[in-house]
DNA sequence: GATGAATGAGTCTTCATTCAT
DNA sequence: AATGAATGAAGACTCATTCAT
């Protein structure tokens, strides 16, 4: 990519991000069209091409800032050691209704980066992703396990809000217009509701 | 469609449905190609439109034909009145794993089609997603839920089982070759799991 | 490219063939354009693409071709041990003006082919280039040098009879319509007018 | 044009003319694009049209200085009447040399403007470009014919010199960079073969 | 019925040109 | 005067679809 589009007002910047997201978020890489950018963001063609080269360039682009924006939020949401499991897992999504405010579409194409798999990207964005799976790891290692502990194979049972989380957010995005009121709520439900399974005793 | 595709060999049927299943389950009904399905299927690509017309027309009766295949299957499942929750959705998977033999990537595809929302297909879709969606819902009536309406909001718990066997069962397939063994493992595993805090006291 | 081609009839082969030889002769590789040829030949273009995938592609296939059909003339062309170096040279563009027939461009394209440095294409036809040089290097030397031999360094004369030719042919093609016998007498009149100075004594 | 490049400093106007004899000379009219000037003079891509308007504009103007130069140049070189002539046009190639000096590409180019062909410039030059042409011509009328004259046609012979110089010119700019002296030493090395057999009696 | 040659609208990408600063 | 961001038409290439055989 061309580093002169760190020069655009960040307005610009943000509109071409936001452009970019919203279709690679609803249509994956491949599917996406160029057009298809120009029509949502108003940026004329000629210019994500000036400043990312190919549409592969500006993927890997727009899935490296996404990542590391939501890792920068992720920093500031304050995981304190000991904290309750599920209290964490709720501040992740918390977290993640936070960057709609700029970015409205981040959530749901991070979720589409990690599971991309055109061989024209997966290289590319392969190492992000990493970082940014390593640090939800180490995020939640901070938590306190020790109610789910209990169970054997636990892990089972959280792999499970991961799927659920996703589905959620998907079914939040497909479904017309995303509320974040709406999908905290779905979230805290199910997340409450095995929680309550969980530490039942 | 061309009714007369139904006077072809079932042989040669058979391998058209699954070229086409597997590359629509696959790739997705906007990213498939119809030069894919020639090549997996050695199907000439004239062929397929002579029966199908269009690509929407053949992923419209491909996910019927896969959609009602299924229902079929799951009619001859014999899932039994206040059979125990949880052994009827395995009855499912193991279900779904018989498809596998005459159609590999059926269960995969299902998975797909009742994602699916390219505009092309959707509407065309909609009948035979709904029936199948009802009969899904009709057989779990049959459970024993007892145990699970213990948990108020019990049906969040559930929801998280469709999302979690939605997830093991790509996973599965994105993942080098699918097996059917391996896959009913880790539905087990993952049932047993939500079992266990289920049905404690 | 595909092989498939060769399956076409000759003539649409051919047709194809003389299309993209007239426009990357008149144009050269970068500078040629595929719609120019769907112009030129009445073939569409997405059939240029179903058989040679690329443009480079294309041009490596139609400048094989055409050195090895210069070749196959030049083979037929019946060079005699110890023919007169100056008879010798007509004969090359007499054979050159016998392709025009069923290729109109081809002398004019391997004059082309001969000079392209592009290095998209470049590397594709050293090979064939070379053979072409050595075969004519290989033919020369049948002739009989005895009268160019007594003037120390005879092959700077023969570079510019070289030169001398390549010039008259792009002369021809490029003011308006080319003429064979035109071009044939010019030739002949620049090979005397050298032949005369070099045969004096 | 815009008249007031003619106010920039004598040096920056260099630069751009170099700068865009360079990327025409080696490239041709059509496949030039600005952003390689802009690379090759460091010079902003709206300069150039603040000044020149259209590619088509730039290309004329610099043709146009180009001969006008070489006319100038070659009006100071100081050919006697009844010089031989083939030190005339000796004095010819020494006289491109000393254009090298201050513009590098100048004699490449001049030589591409003499063949380029697209008709979005030539009209623009065929002035300027005819009044080189004549002033050759001119030129060389004042050398002594005499040896030359005794061979009938003898004009067949001064234009395969033309096209030898040409096509030396060209070999010693594709060949990596371009050498005054090697190109001189070939200059004089044809021209005396090509003097050899014509003045011997 | 079966094939694959043939088509052209659509997608990615380039590049001359314009324009706000 | 000078810059380079911005534009859109044109070029390379893809792919669903048609049609002659």
Redesign the pocket.
């Known amino acids: 990519m ?1 580093d ?1 589009f760190y ?3 960040k307005e ?1 910047q943000d509109t071409m991000i936001n452009g970019a997201m919203q279709i690679f978020a609803l249509c994956g890489y491949r599917h ?5 950018m120009v029509k949502a963001s ?10 990312f ?6 993927y890997s682009f727009v899935a490296a800032y996404a990542l590391k924006y939501a890792m920068l939020e992720l920093s500031m949401c304050s995981i304190e050691d000991g904290e309750d499991y599920f209290d964490v897992r709720i501040k992740f999504e918390v977290c993640k209704m936070r960057m709609i405010d700029k970015y409205p579409y981040m959530p749901l194409f991070i979720c589409e980066v990690l599971r991309e798999e055109d061989p024209d990207v997966e290289d590319d964005i392969a190492d992000v992703r990493e970082r940014y799976n390593d640090m939800m790891q180490e995020l939640l290692l901070k938590a306190d396990y020790r109610a789910l502990r209990k169970h054997e194979d636990y892990y089972l049972l959280t792999d499970m809000l991961d799927y659920t989380m996703d589905a959620l957010l998907m079914n939040g995005y497909h479904s017309g217009s995303f509320s974040k009121e709406e999908y905290l709520s779905q979230v805290k439900k199910h997340m409450d509701a095995m929680k309550k399974v969980i530490y039942r005793d």
């Open positions: 061309n002169k020069t655009l007002k610009k996406s069209s160029t057009d298809d108003g940026v004329s063609k000629g210019l994500w091409f000036h400043y080269d190919t549409k592969a360039g500006l």
